[in-house]
T-cell receptor, first 115, second 113 residues
Framework: AQKVTQAQTEISVVEKEDVTLDCVYE???????LFWYKQPPSGELVFLIR??????QNEISGRYSWNFQKSTSSFNFTITASQVVDSAVYFC????????????FGAGTILRVKS | DVKVTQSSRYLVKRTGEKVFLECVQD?????MFWYRQDPGLGLRLIYF???????EKGDIPEGYSVSREKKERFSLILESASTNQTSMYLC????????????FGDGTRLSIL
């Protein structure tokens, strides 16, 4: 079974649209960490956010926001008013003692923002 | 800022060659990791190291080995390259385990002909 599932393989939007990238995870641990990374065409993975399992407050950073819901084991990422520069592959990842405290990545979602 | 540097962005090698991929980080991080990235599969962990001269197998270690003689450098070795090892290879480092984010290099796109 997938430990981190990003069901959307690819999403295409037009500039200024809002877009949400879904992430569902599995763990039996009560203490764990969730991450989002962005991989632009240049290739380097860029760390965006970390959330620990005890903090269910949603977070907003500029046009980015994250919605963490333990009840549904989801950690979704929304980009408001998308821009062409947001085009990238986005990865959700989980770190939990059950998995040796190593990062377990989802398959990634390709986001294409067209002008 | 953390800097993780991989020695090559693109590399072309032949089947059966011994291939070395080098990674250097400048932040005195204890932990270093090697991943391969393939379409639809995300990132898969090959090997990692929590300290100098220590190494542990990840999820897909077959056909690979690693070396960590110095804290800042972590090398991935393909003992006898095969075409199914054509992939993007990413190196990462982190300060601690679990809660600490990993910082990644630019990646090496390796083609085995």
């Amino acid at each position: 079974a997938q430990k981190v599932t990003q069901a959307q393989t690819e999403i295409s939007v037009v500039e200024k649209e809002d877009v949400t990238l879904d992430c569902v995870y599995e763990t039996r641990d009560t203490t764990y960490y969730l991450f989002w990374y962005k991989q632009p065409p240049s290739g380097e993975l860029v760390f965006l956010i970390r959330r620990n399992s005890f903090d269910e407050q949603n977070e907003i950073s500029g046009r980015y926001s994250w919605n963490f819901q333990k009840s549904t084991s989801s950690f979704n990422f929304t980009i408001t008013a998308s821009q062409v520069v947001d085009s990238a592959v986005y990865f959700c990842a989980l770190s939990a003692p059950e998995y040796g405290n190593k990062l377990v990545f989802g398959a990634g979602t390709i986001l294409r923002v067209k002008s | 800022d953390v800097k993780v540097t991989q020695s090559s962005r693109y590399l072309v090698k032949r089947t059966g060659e011994k291939v070395f991929l080098e990674c250097v980080q400048d932040m005195d991080h204890e932990n270093m990791f090697w991943y391969r990235q393939d379409p639809g599969l995300g990132l898969r962990l090959i090997y990692f190291s929590y300290d100098v001269k220590m190494k542990e197998k990840g999820d897909i270690p077959e056909g690979y080995s690693v070396s960590r003689e110095k804290k800042e450098r972590f090398s991935l070795i393909l003992e006898s390259a095969s075409t199914n090892q054509t992939s993007m290879y990413l190196c990462a480092s982190s300060l601690g385990r679990g809660r600490q984010p990993q910082h990644f290099g630019d990646g090496t796109r390796l083609s085995i002909l």
